[in-house]
């Protein structure tokens, strides 16, 4: 019987197997003698299935493997090529003649088992028949696979595996009900996993054959014991993804399935060194198509350490590729990773050791802070140590801690507060017993820093719902930090205490502590400036050590009382003048040193403008303030003009410069000359230059993000000044500055914007010109620009004049733009020489960009244009320029 024939003709697989198997018993009933045919017709058949045409016979079985016969020419070229629908009915034959088997041996045991079954007795079962034609089988693809007169025997592998799988499925529910009395049945499963496992490494049979190993894996756990660590192994060191994926979902339900002894079999080989190489392995590979495989892996692991009695097996390393995964930016990954990390670690170290060792592992891996956001709440939200911000405040107040750990608590304590206030209904009243603490934390801080970075915690806090309690404890650190000058303190950072202190007193109106802190400042002043003035004195002694510290420090805290808009400060008129005297006018080398001429300069701008607004004199030029101002401007133009190169003076000493001079500059009517205007648009223009690596080499003590602020606010300065109508401002040389607008990772980006604005608001004709000029000159960088970087940052300028400069009639402001860049070109023709190599008319390419959507009919504005664009073609042009002025007027003339 030809069974492959049967199946082609349609007739359903079990009957066929039945059929099958019922005369492969009956021959042998009747002969007493297995029938060698039916195993050949067996063998080619099967081979036949998988595209192999058999020509083994009957008499080759007699003599042997070796004597089989192979059709050679077409083995060499053989490629498995499956027929799904009839290798579907195969398999279904494989599994039928294995169930057929049963039931015949079954029949056959109750014949045996009856009185009349004597003669029986001395004949083999149903199931030793299967035997012998699995062993049949498995000697023809053995010869098959050991064959070199067809090439590489890889080829065959996959067909054969796919047969074969099937077998062990049905083989192996023989297996189960006979393996007591037929103990070949366990080699004969062994010999068909072992061939079935070849297959995994192909594409197209790994899923099923995975899928039916598993099936019979989870149902008999222990029968496969001794193969279960090939077989996982095989299907993990495979590229095959959804395999694997296939794998982790069998094995986690197996492992919430099993328990006791079937549980620890299962584990046992889960935590071989092997396996843990491979886990570690998948959480440790970069790139986006491996997300998948690291959740699963995650939640594979999740199931499997809740299953161990101890997780002794996973090292330090190991932990550590799982919280790297929660740093990726991948959230799905970054919350299951989290949440195995925190019940992994707790099942292995305390909590303070757990909370440590994030924080040490993100600051040795961070890049960004918002980075740090990410981190954070996934661990605020998985770890409840890590939400009590009293374990921050002990790293912090330590000491023996690294200074970048507390200074990253402290960034972490305010990002608590920070979510806080997005996830709580009265976030203030809950963080009131911690804002309490916040004086107490500081007296034990020694890092300053610290300090800065906690103060950001007012920023969230609303202090009209504090109670007074709390308020009377922090204006009372806030002033003890003013009145004592035995500590000293960044000046940045009292200016943080100081607005802290100041929304105090606006909640509890006992503005009478910061007359007390002025009063007590200008006592120790006054003090200090006399032992300056007896130092003039050769006879007299030095100055004591610490006097340059303890001058500096009342004059920041000075300097920062008298910046606003309270009128504390009596006789501001002496400040000044003993300032200049002893300070401004000695050019003591202590003073440059310390930054105490610094601070005196600005106390000094700041008391001018003071007293220049209580003056009842009716010309600003007739008051004593603007004699003293135009002194103190000259002073302050001859500390930036001895500068060779402001880029490299600490970024504080630049800002005060430059800064106090521009104030001055704003509220008296000095003279600011051209000259002196284009040297401050130097100076900024300077700093636009400066790469993360020239700032950290800047030798401010600062933090380089501290330098730059300085910087920053240079830049608001100097937009400002453009709004003060009595300065004249006769050069447009600030294009320079407003080119670089829009460019992609410029850090003064937003600075340059507050810049155009102003001068579209406050100095129109100053702007329409730089625009045209910009537009011309974009063209003209070296190294040249491309066409889409320059459509770029045209497009920013014009959605600028759209969208934030609506009161001024964008359209007007396009039109004058587009006019006044027109003449540009048209005056350029005349100074630039023709040349096939360049563009002269570039300018005009992207023209559209401002007039796209313009009715220039209803403007009036088309005939103005092409009258303009008519004066560029009287010029002598090239083919190229000739064919961009073609493109504009057909532009123009279809709006």
Not at 177 to 206: E, M, N, P, V
Not at 305 to 321: G, W, Y
Not at 587 to 613: G, M, P, T, W, Y
Not at 762 to 779: C, E, F, G, K, Q
Request: proline share 2%; glycine share 4%.
């Amino acid at each position: 019987m030809h069974y492959l024939t049967a199946l082609r003709a349609g007739v359903e697989p079990t009957i066929v197997a039945r059929d099958f198997i019922q005369e492969f018993v009956f021959s042998y009933i009747s002969s007493g003698e297995i029938s060698l045919e039916l195993i050949c017709n067996f063998i080619n058949d099967t081979l036949l299935a998988i595209g192999i045409p058999g020509q083994i016979t009957p008499e080759q079985i007699d003599y042997g493997p070796n004597s089989y016969q192979w059709p050679t020419e077409v083995l060499q070229i053989y490629s498995f090529h499956c027929n799904n629908f009839e290798f579907a009915s195969v398999e279904m034959f494989l599994l039928a003649i294995c169930k057929e088997t049963h039931e015949q041996t079954e029949q056959f045991l109750n014949k045996v088992d009856c009185d009349d079954g004597d003669e029986l007795s001395d004949l083999e079962t149903p199931i030793e028949l299967l035997t012998q034609l699995m062993g049949g089988w498995r000697s023809a693809y053995k010869q098959l696979l050991m064959g070199n007169n067809w090439g590489t025997a890889q080829k065959f592998k996959e067909p054969l595996a796919r047969i074969n799988v099937c077998l062990l499925e049905g083989m192996h529910k023989l297996r189960m009900s006979y393996r007591t009395a037929l103990s070949i049945l366990d080699r004969i499963c062994k010999i068909l996993f072992d061939s079935a496992l070849q297959g995994l490494c192909y594409k197209q049979s790994s899923g099923p054959i995975i899928d039916r190993i598993l099936i019979l894996i989870s149902k008999d756990l222990e029968i496969f014991k001794d193969s279960l660590a090939d077989f996982f192994y095989e299907i993990l060191s495979l590229e095959y993804t959804p395999g694997i994926l296939k794998m982790y979902h069998g094995l986690n339900i197996m492992l919430e399935e099993n328990e006791d002894h079937r549980l620890k079999i299962l584990t046992d080989i889960l935590i071989e060194r092997k396996f843990l190489d491979v886990y570690y392995t998948t959480l440790r590979q970069e790139g986006t198509d491996v997300a998948k495989m690291q959740l699963e892996t995650l939640k594979f692991l999740k199931i499997l350490q809740s299953k161990l009695i101890t997780l002794d097996c996973f090292s330090r390393d190991f932990m550590e590729a799982i919280l790297n995964l929660v740093l990726q930016n991948k959230k799905k990954i970054s919350h299951v990773a989290c949440s195995l990390y925190v019940a992994m670690m707790k099942r292995k170290m305390t909590d303070d050791f757990i909370f440590k060792h994030i924080l040490k592992f993100f600051m040795k891996y961070m890049t960004s802070r918002y980075q740090l956001m990410d981190y954070v709440k996934h661990f605020y939200n998985n770890f409840e140590y890590f939400q009590c911000v009293h374990n921050f405040f002990n790293i912090i107040v330590n000491a023996k801690n690294a200074d970048d750990l507390r200074l990253l608590s402290s960034h972490v304590v305010l990002l608590i507060i920070e979510m806080n206030f997005e996830t709580n209904e009265s976030p203030t009243i809950e963080l009131e017993p911690i804002v309490q603490l916040i004086p107490e934390i500081f007296e034990k801080i020694d890092l300053e820093k610290c300090y800065g970075i906690l103060l950001g915690i007012f920023n969230y806090i609303d202090m009209q719902m504090l109670q007074g309690e709390t308020l009377d404890h922090i204006t009372y650190y806030a002033e003890h930090i003013f009145k004592n000058l035995d500590k000293h303190y960044e000046y940045a950072l009292l200016m943080n205490v100081f607005s802290v202190f100041h929304k105090c007193l606006i909640v509890t109106q006992e503005w009478q502590h910061l007359e007390l802190i002025s009063d007590e400042l200008m006592f120790k002043y006054y003090g200090m400036i006399r032992k300056l003035e007896m130092k003039q004195d050769k006879k007299r002694r030095k100055l004591p050590f610490d006097f340059y510290a303890n001058f500096l420090e009342i004059l920041k805290r000075i300097n920062i009382i008298i910046k606003t808009r309270y009128e504390t400060f009596d006789n501001l008129e002496d400040v000044i003048r003993s300032l200049q005297e002893n300070v401004l006018d000695s050019n003591r080398k202590e003073f440059q040193e310390k930054n105490i001429d610094i601070f005196a300069i600005e106390i000094c701008v700041s008391s001018l403008i003071h007293e220049a607004k209580k003056e009842s004199t009716t010309s600003i030029l007739d008051s004593t303030c603007f004699g003293k101002a135009q002194g103190l401007s000259k002073y302050l133009i001859n500390c930036l003009k001895n500068i060779n190169e402001p880029t490299k003076l600490p970024a504080f000493r630049l800002k005060a410069y430059f800064c106090s001079l521009l104030n001055l500059y704003c509220h008296f009517p000095i003279t600011l000359t051209t000259n002196f205007y284009c040297y401050l648009a130097e100076i900024l223009s300077g700093l636009h230059g400066l790469s993360k690596h020239d700032y950290s080499q800047l030798s401010d003590d600062d933090h380089p993000y501290l330098a730059f602020e300085y910087h920053r606010i240079m830049f608001e300065h100097f937009a400002e000044l453009h709004k003060y109508q009595h300065i004249e401002v006769k050069s447009h040389i600030v294009w320079k500055l407003c080119i670089h607008y829009g460019e992609p990772h410029n850090k003064f980006n937003e600075e340059l914007k507050g810049l155009l604005k102003i001068l579209a608001t406050s100095r129109m004709n100053v702007y329409t010109h730089i625009i045209a000029v910009i537009v011309y000159n974009l063209y003209k960088q070296q190294p040249p620009m491309n066409n889409n970087t320059i459509l770029l940052l045209l497009k920013k300028h014009m959605h600028l004049i759209t969208n934030e400069l609506q009161e001024n009639s964008p359209n007007n402001i396009k039109l004058s733009i587009t006019l006044l860049l027109t003449e540009m070109i048209e005056k350029s023709l005349n100074v630039l020489k023709l040349s096939n190599r360049h563009n002269r008319l570039e300018a005009l390419k992207h023209l559209d960009v401002f007039l796209e959507g313009m009715d220039l009919r209803e403007l009036q504005a088309e005939q103005l244009i092409l009258e303009q664009l008519d004066a560029i073609r009287k010029h002598l042009l090239t083919t190229g320029e000739i064919q961009t002025l073609q493109h504009c007027q057909n532009f123009i003339s279809n709006l």
